[in-house]
């Protein structure tokens, strides 16, 4: 018990200063992106559009904020996507993820600095990513492409939002009340011990040394 109390109170550094902002780089303009979406998506959500900013400005808005969001996603492209590389224990943790949904992490191969459901939410947002970006751009600018290419872009940029979108309604969960201690680290960069144990065992013994 003594234990547990001592690990729950040593701090270990999770992200640095710069992963961070990119993080929060990336998340804010989505937030933004993913509402105002919404609002022009479906008449069911248009209510929302007066709070952002309005029906003229949100849309005009929401153009920008697809800019500062490509920027940082590009940027966690640079920093992360060689750590969300899938490995066979990866493979066999998604084949089992029953076992998460359940809560019983014990019996799914140890991860690292990311489980494997991580690694493949930062591939959704690399790929949608890339799909908002190419598809924004040709929505934004329609006279410079045919009729098809635009019609196209259109359903594309609306199923990426359909699948990015439910995988950050996930996201936001797991980083928030899904995995308690977990939102600190994008905080202060810090996590407790405890959680890096619990969570992460083969990251944690790698910082370790062990
Ligand atoms: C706005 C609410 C959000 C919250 C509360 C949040 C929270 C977090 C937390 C706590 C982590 C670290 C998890 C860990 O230490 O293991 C994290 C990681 C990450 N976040 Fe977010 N996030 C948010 C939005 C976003 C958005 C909008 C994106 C991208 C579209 C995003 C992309 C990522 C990625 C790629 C990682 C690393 C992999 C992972 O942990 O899933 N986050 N986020």
């Known amino acids: 018990?003594?234990?547990?109390?001592?690990?729950?109170?040593?701090?270990?550094?999770?992200f640095s200063r710069f992963d961070r902002f990119v993080h929060w780089l990336t998340a804010v303009p989505f937030v933004y992106l993913f509402l105002s979406g919404l609002g022009m998506y479906s008449?069911?959500?248009?209510?929302?559009?007066?709070?952002?900013?309005?029906?003229?400005?949100?849309?005009?808005l929401h153009k920008w904020a697809g800019v500062v969001f490509a920027i940082?996603?590009?940027?966690?492209?640079?920093?992360?996507?060689?750590?969300?590389?899938?490995?066979?224990?990866?493979?066999?943790?998604?084949?089992?993820?029953k076992h998460y949904i359940k809560?019983?992490?014990?019996?799914l191969p140890e991860a690292g600095k990311y489980n494997a459901g991580q690694k493949v939410f930062g591939w959704l947002v690399f790929i949608g990513g890339a799909v908002f970006?190419?598809?924004g751009i040709v929505m934004w600018?329609?006279?410079?492409?045919?009729p098809a290419i635009?019609?196209?872009?259109?359903?594309?940029h609306e199923i990426a939002f359909i699948v990015v979108g439910a995988g950050f309604i996930v996201h936001v969960y797991m980083g928030t009340i899904g995995v308690p201690?977990?939102?600190?680290?994008?905080?202060?960069?810090?996590?407790?011990a405890l959680w890096a144990m619990a969570h992460h065992p083969k990251w944690f013994r790698q910082i370790m040394g062990r």
């Open 1 to 14: 018990m003594e234990d547990v109390k001592r690990l729950e109170e040593i701090e270990v550094e999770r």
């Open 43 to 60: 008449s069911k959500f248009s209510w929302l559009l007066p709070f952002l900013g309005g029906r003229e400005f949100s849309p005009w």
């Open 72 to 97: 940082g996603v590009f940027l966690m492209f640079i920093r992360w996507a060689k750590d969300f590389m899938l490995d066979s224990d990866d493979i066999q943790w998604l084949s089992n993820v």
């Open 103 to 107: 809560g019983e992490e014990e019996k």
């Open 133 to 135: 970006l190419i598809t």
């Open 141 to 146: 600018f329609p006279e410079s492409f045919t």
């Open 150 to 156: 635009v019609r196209l872009s259109i359903l594309l």
């Open 181 to 192: 201690g977990s939102l600190s680290s994008m905080i202060t960069g810090k996590v407790s």
